[in-house]
Nanobody
Framework: QVQLVESGGGLVQAGGSLRLSCAVS????????IGWFRQAPGKERELVADISWTDGTYYRDSVRGRFTISRDSAKNTVYLQMNSLKPEDTAVYYCATALGRQRVGVDPDYWGQGTQVTVSS
């Protein structure tokens, strides 16, 4: 079993920044792939960014250049630094992992409970 706990969400004005944290515990390798997903009201959940087992990174086009995913293996934590936030970034953000894979993909094995990010215009 693996547990993921997100934190760091909140309300911020457009142009502001937030850093989300995903603390991982349980039975996992330190280089397990982690993905950040988000789901806005009325929309499907989408992959925002992920970090692979070799620390390669992926970003969806709409956040590339504004968001940065990183890993602190000593703390078993993955971060999502979000800069230049826009109202369209408003969503519940989830971290997730897929054991035994190089990347998280679209069907992770374990999910966190989510953290709300609200960007006001």
């Amino acid at each position: 079993q693996v547990q993921l706990v997100e934190s760091g969400g909140g309300l911020v004005q457009a142009g502001g920044s937030l850093r989300l944290s995903c603390a991982v515990s349980g039975r996992f390798r330190s280089n397990t792939p982690i993905g950040w997903f988000r789901q806005a009201p009325g929309k499907e959940r989408e992959l925002v960014a992920d970090i692979s087992w070799t620390d390669g990174t992926y970003y969806r086009d709409s956040v590339r250049g504004r968001f940065t995913i990183s890993r602190d293996s000593a703390k078993n934590t993955v971060y999502l630094q979000m800069n230049s936030l826009k109202p369209e970034d408003t969503a519940v953000y989830y971290c997730a992992t897929a054991l035994g894979r190089q990347r998280v993909g679209v069907d992770p094995d374990y999910w966190g409970q989510g953290t709300q990010v609200t960007v006001s215009s």
